[in-house]
Structure formats: C-alpha cells, structure tokens
C-alpha cells in the first residue's frame, strides 16, 4: 500500500488556525486520545470482572462509563484532523504517548478497581486542565471548548465513583457488626434473633 501522508505531516487546515497552534494541540490532543482509550479498555475490563451484590449497578455504571469516554475520544479524533494532523492510531504507539497506564492482567477487589478509576479520572481532569489553559493562551476557542465540556462530564464521573466508594449503605450490616452501627450496641437485635431461635 502507497501511503497518501506520513503521519506527523501537516496537511493545513480550513480554519484559519496557525500552524504553530495547530501543531501544539494537536500534541495535546493525541495525548488525551491515547489515555482515554486505556480508561476505555480498563472501564470494559472492569464491567465484565464486577461481580457481588451491586453487581448489576456497577456492570451498568462501567458501561455508561466506557461509552461516554468513546464518544469523547472520538470528538477529541475529530477535532485532531481538522488541526490538519493524522491521530495515533496503532495501540502500541498510543501506549507511548498515554500518561495512564493499563491496569495489570487478572481480577482485583472491586474498592481497587473503583480506586483505580478514579485516580485515572483524576489524572485525566488534571492534564485536561493544563491543555484547556494552553489552547486559551494560544486562542484555539473550539479546542479549550471541546476539552472544557469533556473536563465538566471527567470530573462528574470522579465524583461517581467516589459516592461508590462511600463508607456508608445498605449493605453495612454485611460487613459490620451490630454494635459498630447502632447506639444500644446491638442489644435489640440480639434480643431478637434470641427469640427467633427459641421459637425454632
Ligand atoms: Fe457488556
């Protein structure tokens, strides 16, 4: 196959952006694609692995997750070639670029797995930050636009997962004793379960 372009060769673009910007958010922007496409993989690893009580909650929650991070990283795709510039495509070259790292092979614990996301979500509202400031300064509008609507749903899903990771819930008594949770130290309910062995 002939190739057409190579691809860091610049093609222009119709909207009137210096190639001077261009070149340095389109930098910016096949680094974010990089890393959104590791949460991606790691939001469907974890959607297929989760499993326990609050299985189907977070099976769906991983879900919307990974689906919302395909749509921004293909705007973010998008957004790279009208800078006149071909994405990263091939993974192993996206691997290099990528600030988040893929989540080692094999199952952990769920509060791990939610940890994990957060903290790359974390990352990713971090850097998100630094290209917004850096498309300002060098007055590509749209970019700072596209990357601060994606910053706004990035810092939605943190706090998410966070509510996931809460100490608090249903299912405290599973993990609790009755004198951790409730201020007679349990003693009503011992009462009853007494009863209800007696009657047995
Ligand atoms: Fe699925």
């Known amino acids: ?7 860091n060769e610049y093609e222009g673009n119709p909207v009137g952006l210096s190639k001077e910007t261009a070149t340095a958010m389109a930098k910016e922007l096949d680094r974010h694609l990089a890393s959104f496409i590791v949460l991606y993989h790691q939001y469907h690893k974890h959607h297929w692995l989760v499993e326990g009580p609050q299985f189907r909650d977070l099976h769906l929650f991983f879900e919307e997750h990974y689906n919302e991070i395909h749509e ?3 705007a973010i795709a998008e957004r790279l ?16 670029i990528a600030y988040l790292e893929h989540e080692e092979e094999g199952e952990f614990r769920i509060r791990e797995m939610l940890n994990k996301d957060m903290d790359d979500e ?9 290209s917004i400031k850096k498309a300002f300064e060098m007055e590509d ?16 899903r943190c ?10 819930g249903l299912s405290i008594g599973l993990i609790a004793k ?10 009503e309910e011992s ?10």
């Open 159 to 168: 706090h998410h997962i966070e509510h996931f990771l809460g100490e608090d």
């Open 81 to 96: 070639t009208v800078m006149g510039y071909c994405p990263t495509c091939h993974p192993a070259n996206q691997l290099k």
């Open 178 to 187: 009755p004198s951790d949770i409730m201020e007679d130290g349990g003693a």
């Open 1 to 7: 196959m002939k190739k057409v372009r190579e691809k």
């Open 72 to 74: 921004q990283y293909d």
């Open 122 to 130: 974390k990352s990713i509202a971090v850097e998100l930050r630094k």
């Open 141 to 156: 509008f749209a970019t700072k636009s596209l990357l601060e609507g994606i910053l706004l749903k990035t810092e939605d």
């Open 191 to 200: 009462k009853s379960k007494g009863k209800k062995k007696a009657k047995a």
